[in-house]
């Protein structure tokens, strides 16, 4: 980073990366379709890293939770429709926006997208609420989205959580924030749902 006195480490270099592109529920569903069409055709197990922002952030969460259970034979996971299709399209069907808007309205002590945050945790991680250092140590998992103290991108993954105008906080610190921080931004684009904060404590970022 910008400013640090360590040593800049070279470049990591990947085989097979994949992104996925915003655009909310549709977003997903395409990328759904596209990880599917992957699996089948045996790239879906070689793939190395995984960027995602938005819509598409939601489509490669659900695929980073259900990672562990997925079955691969000779390079096929065999129930990847029982974990992750099923899901994303039962999903598909749930109206977000509007509950969690109003339900962010009259409690003050929640906001509309903390609400979708719950949303989004009941329909797709089993009510549970998964971190990012327990996402899969490969495929590497990157979530990107708009950081709007600064109007530049900001990056979360099991490895750091960085901003490069602001910095790069590591460790197991850093990586306990809530995964679903990563999905938020798909919603967080629309008049009804706002922002979610990230806290970065000063004395990790460098």
Same mark, same amino acid.
Request: with cysteine; net charge positive; glycine share 10%.
């Given at each position: 980073?910008?400013?640090?006195?360590? +040593?800049?480490?070279?470049?990591? =270099?990947?085989?097979?990366?994949?992104?996925?592109?915003?655009?909310?529920?549709?977003?997903?569903?395409?990328?759904?379709?596209?990880?599917?069409?992957?699996?089948?055709?045996?790239?879906?197990?070689?793939?190395?890293?995984? #960027?995602?922002? #938005?819509?598409?952030?939601?489509?490669?969460? %659900? @695929?980073?939770?259900?990672?562990? =259970?997925?079955?691969?034979?000779?390079?096929?996971?065999?129930?990847?429709? %029982?974990?992750?299709?099923? =899901?994303?399209?039962?999903?598909?069907?749930?109206?977000?926006?509007?509950?969690?808007?109003?339900?962010?309205?009259?409690? +003050?002590?929640?906001?509309?997208?903390?609400?979708?945050?719950?949303?989004?945790? $009941?329909?797709?991680?089993?009510?549970?609420?998964?971190?990012?250092?327990?996402?899969?140590?490969? +495929?590497?998992?990157?979530?990107?989205?708009?950081?709007?103290? !600064?109007?530049? @991108?900001?990056?979360?993954?099991?490895?750091?959580?960085?901003?490069?105008?602001?910095?790069? #906080?590591?460790?197991?610190?850093?990586?306990?924030?809530?995964?679903? $921080?990563?999905?938020? +931004?798909?919603?967080?684009? !629309?008049?009804?749902?706002?922002?979610?904060?990230?806290?970065?404590?000063? $004395?990790?970022?460098?």
């Amino acid at each position: 980073m910008s400013g640090s006195d360590e +040593p800049e480490k070279p470049a990591e =270099r990947y085989q097979l990366g994949l992104c996925l592109s915003g655009g909310g529920y549709r977003a997903m569903l395409f990328h759904a379709g596209s990880l599917a069409r992957l699996n089948e055709a045996g790239l879906l197990a070689k793939l190395d890293m995984i #960027s995602s922002v #938005s819509g598409g952030s939601i489509a490669s969460g %659900v @695929l980073a939770y259900v990672w562990p =259970r997925l079955v691969f034979q000779n390079g096929v996971a065999v129930n990847f429709k %029982v974990e992750y299709l099923d =899901r994303i399209l039962a999903f598909s069907q749930v109206f977000a926006d509007g509950p969690s808007f109003l339900k962010g309205v009259f409690n +003050p002590f929640s906001s509309a997208a903390e609400e979708a945050a719950k949303l989004y945790e $009941r329909h797709l991680f089993d009510g549970k609420s998964p971190s990012l250092k327990e996402l899969p140590g490969s +495929p590497w998992f990157v979530f990107c989205a708009s950081n709007l103290s !600064t109007g530049s @991108l900001f990056r979360m993954s099991n490895r750091y959580i960085a901003d490069y105008r602001i910095g790069l #906080s590591s460790g197991a610190s850093a990586c306990d924030r809530s995964c679903r $921080r990563g999905r938020i +931004p798909a919603r967080a684009v !629309t008049a009804a749902i706002g922002p979610v904060a990230v806290f970065m404590e000063e $004395r990790k970022a460098r």
